[in-house]
């Protein structure tokens, strides 16, 4: 059975970090291009980062220069290394393939506030 747990969310003061982790089970990860989505309050969800099997890299404009995926093939994990926050980076963050599976984890909260 698929199983995405998201986790390492948190409150963060703007300007801080955080890292997220996704750990997979049953999807060919290593096969696979993965990405980190996100979705804040009365938004839709959106794609911040994603990393292909050779990992090949891109980022949505807004997280550019500020967030860095990478993944383990080994462990079946993703991770979202995210500096520089704001409070519009506040939201729900999940893990998937790209483009999404139609199941999802419960996604790990990050909220940037002071």
């Known amino acids: 059975q698929v199983r995405l747990v998201e986790s390492g969310g948190g409150l963060v003061q703007p300007g801080g970090a955080l890292r997220l982790s996704c750990e997979t089970s049953?999807?060919?990860?290593?096969?696979?291009?993965m990405a980190w989505y996100r979705q804040a309050p009365g938004k839709q969800r959106e794609r911040v980062a994603r990393?292909?099997?050779?990992?090949?890299?891109n980022y949505a404009d807004s997280v550019q220069g500020r967030f860095t995926i990478s993944r383990d093939n080994g462990k079946g994990t993703l991770y979202l290394q995210m500096s520089s926050l704001k409070p519009e980076d506040t939201a729900v963050y999940f893990c998937?393939?790209?483009?999404?599976?139609?199941?999802w984890g419960q996604g790990t909260q990050v909220t940037v506030s002071s």
């Open positions: 998937n393939t790209d483009p999404p599976s139609r199941i």
């Open positions: 049953a999807i060919r990860f290593s096969l696979n291009t």
């Open positions: 990393i292909t099997i050779r990992d090949n890299i």
